[in-house]
């Protein structure tokens, strides 16, 4: 019962907490982009859910960062199904390997699937989402909008058929454009 990932509260994050969230989205990323798409989102109330801009504090200290925000897939007959992505996640350098990371993830897919989302999409790590569940999204036919290989972009029903009859392109908010 030491290991600090026990230590950890996982929290919506409030106004107090932004100047340190960005700390961490640069340090983990070793540069501003990151930070500076987490407060672009922030400002863009169609596609923020607060509820789901999650930190990770052990005591008052801020160690990590999770955001999930309002994502469309378009399908080939042009309809836009509403769905959630994963982006980015943070941990401190110092604090990474600890479990903070994945506590923020499971966290953050339980209040999403609480708040009535389907599904889940990320870009990221082959090895480290699918111990959560996620799946190469091209299992159900959804694409990136971008090159990138299909086992990197990845995607979880948060309910059984959350993503049945629903394929097609992924729609990130342009505030990605930057990233
Ligand atoms: C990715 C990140 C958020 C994970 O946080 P964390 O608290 O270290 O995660 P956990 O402790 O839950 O899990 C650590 C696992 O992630 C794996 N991992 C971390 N970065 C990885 C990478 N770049 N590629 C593959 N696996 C990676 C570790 O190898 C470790 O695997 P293990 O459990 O088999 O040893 C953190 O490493 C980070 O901030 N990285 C820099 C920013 C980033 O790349 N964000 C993700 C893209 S949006």
């Not at 009535?116 to 082959?126: C, P, S, T, W």
């Not at 290989?149 to 009859?165: D, H, Q, R, T, Y």
């Amino acid at each position: 019962m030491n290991r600090i990932s026990d230590k950890i509260e996982i929290r919506q994050e409030t106004a107090d907490d932004f100047p340190e969230v960005f700390t961490i989205n640069r340090s983990a990323f070793g540069q501003d982009n990151e930070a500076k798409l987490v407060e672009a989102l922030r400002n863009n109330p169609k596609v923020f859910v607060p509820e789901l801009s999650l930190v990770a504090a052990v005591r008052n200290k801020i160690v990590g960062h999770i955001l999930f925000s309002r994502i469309q897939i378009i399908d080939s007959m042009g309809s836009i199904h509403e769905s959630l992505g994963l982006a980015p996640m943070a941990v401190t350098p110092e604090y990474q390997k600890k479990g903070i990371g994945g506590k923020l993830v499971r966290k953050g897919l339980e209040r999403a699937r609480g708040l009535g989302f389907n599904a889940v999409i990320v870009l990221g790590h082959e090895h480290y989402y699918p111990r959560f569940g996620f799946k190469p999204a091209a299992k159900w036919n959804i694409k990136a909008p971008f090159d990138v290989p299909s086992n990197v972009f990845m995607a979880i029903e948060l309910v059984k058929g959350g993503l049945k009859n629903i394929s097609g392109t992924v729609r990130y908010p342009n505030e990605f454009e930057t990233v």
